[in-house]
């Protein structure tokens, strides 16, 4: 029986506190990153390791439950993480959803459902409501930490961007009443890191005024919509306001 050595951290409230110092810890050339929620299929374990050697990084295509259902557009999917790679081949930052820097051969497995990793994210509504709180406060945090100003103005043009991008260029619809739910809680995700940007900030006013940023943000809204939305959708927009138009 192989031995398995376990070791304890302390806790953090975001993985990429310690992706680098847990990968230093490793004592082999390469180093297999899974999470406590996520599975592996015995087809996808023989295939990497056929294949591992053969390059410095793999990445893998992420197959994310949320709700209980697959979600298969609103790019959550193919979803790829790094996971496999060479020690020394990356480094991790300690920032919350940030990508490591990479210094090698990089390949990606075909994004087909047999080669990924089963992630069982979202349970409930709750439960995403309320890791989005947690995630706003950090990458608030984050940003008056940086010293960076952060304005309303582009809240609400991440928020817009986010919507559409998943919902609409990202196909969202096409997961029904999930794709939808999940666009609007991504969009609104936006929104909640500003408000408690402005909190820590003890509320001090942002110079812009809200009511044109809001005029902005359905404008965007709007125009990004007719540019990215199904044709039936657009259509139908582009009638009505033809038929607004014409009285």
């Known amino acids: 029986m192989k031995k398995v050595t376990v070791i304890e951290e302390e806790h953090v409230e975001y993985v990429e506190l310690i992706r680098e110092r847990v990968k230093n810890k490793a004592k082999h050339e390469y ?21 591992y050697k053969k390059y410095d990084v793999i990445k893998i295509p ?18 790829y993480q790094i996971r496999l790679f060479k020690k020394t081949a990356l480094v991790w930052p300690t920032k ?19 080669n990924a990793i089963l992630h069982h994210n979202y349970d409930s509504i709750d439960d995403f409501i309320i890791r989005m709180m947690r995630y706003a406060k950090i990458e608030a945090l984050e940003k008056i930490e940086s010293k960076k100003e ?30 939808f739910t999940l666009g609007i809680l991504q969009l609104f995700y936006s929104f909640l890191v500003y408000f408690y940007y402005w909190e820590k900030r003890r509320y001090s006013a942002d110079i812009e005024d809200p ?37």
């Open 62 to 79: 992420r197959k994310n439950m949320v709700f209980g259902s697959w979600v298969q557009h609103s790019r959550w999917w193919p979803d």
């Open 211 to 247: 009511a044109a940023n809001m005029k902005r943000f359905f404008a965007q809204g709007l125009a990004e919509t007719i540019y990215w939305g199904p044709k039936r959708v657009t259509d139908k927009i582009l009638g009505a306001m033809i038929r607004r138009m014409m009285k």
């Open 31 to 51: 180093v297999f990153f899974l999470d406590a929620d996520e599975e592996l299929s015995s087809s996808l374990i023989d295939e990497l390791k056929n294949i």
């Open 96 to 114: 919350i959803h940030q990508q490591p820097e990479i210094n090698g051969e990089v390949y990606e497995l075909p994004p087909e459902e047999k």
């Open 150 to 179: 952060f304005h309303l103005r582009e809240a609400t043009g991440n928020a817009v961007s986010e919507f559409v991008s998943r919902y609409f260029a990202g196909e969202g619809y096409k997961d029904g009443m999930l794709g």
